[in-house]
């Protein structure tokens, strides 16, 4: 059974940095594309930043130059390296792997950016 884990969320002031971290176990198979999903109150879920197995990102125009993801290939994991952290960036943070053209998830982990 492929299990998804996040890790890293917080509370944190503007202006300030949180690094999130992806784990999955559970297949044989390598994971071609892991990425962050996020979920505002009030809002439908949204793409943070993707990264397939080439190395390949890709990230929502809102959070260029100020997030970072990055895999540790070996491990399965991946992270998101979030910089210059603005209220608008306050949600549940999802972490999304696909595995063999099969879709799992985080139960998520909140960012909340606040003075």
């Known amino acids: 059974q492929v299990k998804v884990a996040e890790s890293g969320g917080g509370l944190v002031e503007p202006g300030g940095s949180l690094r999130l971290s992806c784990f999955t176990s559970g297949s044989y198979h390598d994971p071609y594309t892991m990425g962050w999903y996020r979920q505002a109150p009030g809002k439908q879920r949204e793409m943070v930043a993707t990264m397939d197995y080439d190395g390949n990102r890709n990230y929502a125009n809102s959070v260029e130059n100020r997030f970072t993801i990055d895999r540790d290939y070996s491990n399965r994991t991946a992270f998101l390296q979030m910089n210059t952290l603005k209220p608008e960036d306050t949600a549940v943070y999802f972490c999304?792997?696909?595995?063999?053209?099969?879709?799992?998830w985080g139960q998520g982990t909140q960012v909340t950016v606040s003075a």
């Open positions: 999304y792997v696909d595995i063999r053209g099969f879709d799992y």
